[in-house]
Structures are given as structure tokens and as C-alpha cells.
């Protein structure tokens, strides 16, 4: 691991203390590092309306720290901001605090922004570099960069299985979840928007679709049918970045045939089977494995397309 991987690591560490109230900001953390090899201030965007990670960054420095800034480099995991939003552009804050380098995670999807932060720091003479641990930088701000890029949610589909690939025991709701991996779901439920099902699973399990074993803000909870078909231009009107489709398996099998989904979640309980029942979506043939988690008798798979 270089020295410029290790720094960006503890900005993406820093980064996920946003989770919850960055929203509808991206997560972002950042290091401010001395010539040699000391950490003299990091900070991260804390809640929406605030300081962003280099404005905090930049307080936490030491007052008998600050002539070291001259010699420093800054590690930020999103490229910092060049317009006036709530906050004045982080870009020009790093011109007049005067860091000789500056380290990008990844590049800003958001059209305000989108290079032209690197560009104006480059344009002042200081040296930039770009695309250190990007995958992960990019991985963390997944559901914000598909929301501006895409025009849409990011969305997610999940479902738990039996063994033998059922959803329910024959057409009747049975937990397949541990209370462990169901704390799981629930934490995924906290980090969302929304969370959709069809309109026949609300009528017959009548699902709360809450956070009840984790703790954070309830999605908001959406029910679609033939006659009440889901509208992404509508969710992204209404700035909901992510989107979990918890079923059933005729809404599951929708997204999955229009090929509209940016992330698989299945849990299989290998220990339970049944004798019959709804059959649990396919996972599409080219759909590739980006995570696996085995957590007693549960194996949890993502997969990304």
C-alpha cells in the first residue's frame, strides 16, 4: 500500500460518519498530511448545510500546525467543491490555506462540479493528483453518482430463499432471516431512501417496511401495481438517491426482465427448506459477484451486473 492508499483509506473511514446526515450530499472525508508523514487535521462533511470535509479538515489544524500547510498535502475522496452552494467552493479554500498538493479519491458526477474543482486548484499551481483507491471512493457515493449521472435512484433488489430457492412456505409468509442477518436488512432500510413492494405482498403480509431492529430514519415506503406503476423520473423529482425493491417475486422479476437494477442482495438460509411455495427470482446470467458474507446457517451474496 502506498503512502497516498493509506491516507485515502482513512479519508473513505472518515467519509462513512456522514452516512446518515450528509444526505443529500455526498459522503466525503479528508487529511490534511505534513511533509513528513504527520496528520495535522481531518474532517468530514458531518450534515447537509455544514462545512464540508476540507472546511472541517482545515479547522481541526493546530494553530502552531498551520505554517506547516505550505509543505502539506490534502487528501480529499471526492474531488473538492469549485461552485457556491450552501457552503462557498472548498476549491478556493484550498488555494488560500496554500497546500502544495492535493490527492483526489475520484472525480465529481455532479454537473456544478464534475472537474472543474481540479481544475482551478491545477490552474493556481498546485499539484493534483487524481484516481487513488477511486473504486472505493466511487463505491461509497454509489447511490448519489447514479442519482446525477443516470437520472435515477440507485437501486437495489433483495430477497431471502430457502435452500431450495422458495421465498414463503407454500404461498404463506415464514421468516428465512436470522435475527442477525435481519438486523442487516434493517441497517440497509436506514441507509436508503425508499423501500418498494407490489401491491399483493402489502395486501398479504402487510410488510412495515421499518427500522425497527436498527436505529436511523424509516424509508419512505412505496406500493406499486399494473394500475400504479413506479415512475423514476417522479423519485428523482423528489430526490430520493437510493431505492430497495423488497418484492415480491413478480415485482423482483419486473426489474429484473427490464434489466433496471444496480445491485443484488440474496440471502439463503442453507438450512431451511420447505416443500413448496413462490418461487425466488433467477439471478441473471451475466449478473457477476462483488461481495459474499457467510453468517451461520446464512449466506449472503451480492451481486452487481
Known amino acids: 500500500m502506498t503512502d497516498d492508499e493509506k491516507y485515502m483509506r482513512r479519508c473513505l473511514q472518515l467519509a462513512a460518519g456522514g452516512r446518515q446526515n450528509a444526505k443529500p450530499n455526498p459522503m466525503v472525508g479528508a487529511v490534511i498530511v505534513s511533509a513528513d508523514g504527520r496528520i495535522i487535521g481531518e474532517g468530514y462533511h458531518v450534515r447537509c448545510g ?69 481544475r482551478k486548484l491545477r490552474e493556481a499551481g498546485i499539484e493534483v493528483v487524481v484516481g487513488v483507491l477511486e473504486a472505493e471512493c466511487r463505491q461509497l457515493n454509489r447511490h448519489f453518482f447514479t ?34 442477518t435481519l438486523m442487516l436488512s434493517h441497517k440497509l432500510r436506514a441507509e436508503a431512501d425508499a423501500i418498494l413492494v407490489g ?22 415506503r412505496l406500493v406499486i401495481d399494473h394500475a400504479h ?3 423514476l423520473e417522479s423519485l428523482h423529482a423528489h430526490g430520493i438517491q437510493s431505492l430497495i425493491v423488497e418484492g415480491g417475486a413478480a415485482t423482483l ?48 451474496v451480492n451481486y452487481k451486473p
Not at 76 to 101: F, N, W
Not at 255 to 272: C, G, I, K, M, S
Request: proline share 8%.
Open 50 to 118: 455544514e462545512g464540508h470535509a476540507e472546511v472541517n479538515a482545515f479547522a481541526s489544524v493546530r494553530q502552531q500546525d498551520e505554517p506547516l500547510l505550505g509543505e502539506a498535502t490534502m487528501y480529499v475522496s471526492l474531488e473538492p467543491c469549485s461552485h457556491y452552494g450552501k457552503t462557498p467552493p472548498c476549491a478556493d479554500l484550498i488555494i488560500k490555506k496554500g497546500v502544495r498538493r492535493v490527492v483526489v479519491g475520484c472525480v465529481d458526477d455532479f454537473a456544478e462540479v464534475r472537474g472543474r474543482g481540479i
Open 147 to 180: 442519482y446525477h449521472r443516470e437520472g435515477r435512484p440507485y437501486i437495489l433488489l433483495k430477497w431471502a430463499q430457502t435452500a431450495n430457492g422458495f421465498i414463503d412456505d407454500r404461498f404463506e409468509p415464514t421468516p428465512i432471516s436470522s435475527p442477525f
Open 199 to 220: 401491491r399483493v405482498t402489502d395486501e398479504r403480509d402487510h410488510p412495515l417496511l421499518t427500522v425497527r431492529h436498527w436505529v436511523g430514519p424509516n424509508p419512505k
Open 229 to 231: 406503476p413506479l415512475n
Open 253 to 300: 422479476q419486473s426489474f429484473l426482465d427490464q434489466d433496471l437494477w444496480d445491485e443484488l442482495r440474496v440471502e439463503t438460509n442453507l438450512a431451511l427448506t420447505v416443500a413448496g411455495g413462490t418461487r425466488a427470482p433467477l439471478v441473471p446470467a451475466g449478473a457477476s459477484v462483488s461481495g459474499q458474507r457467510v453468517y451461520g446457517n446464512s449466506v449472503i
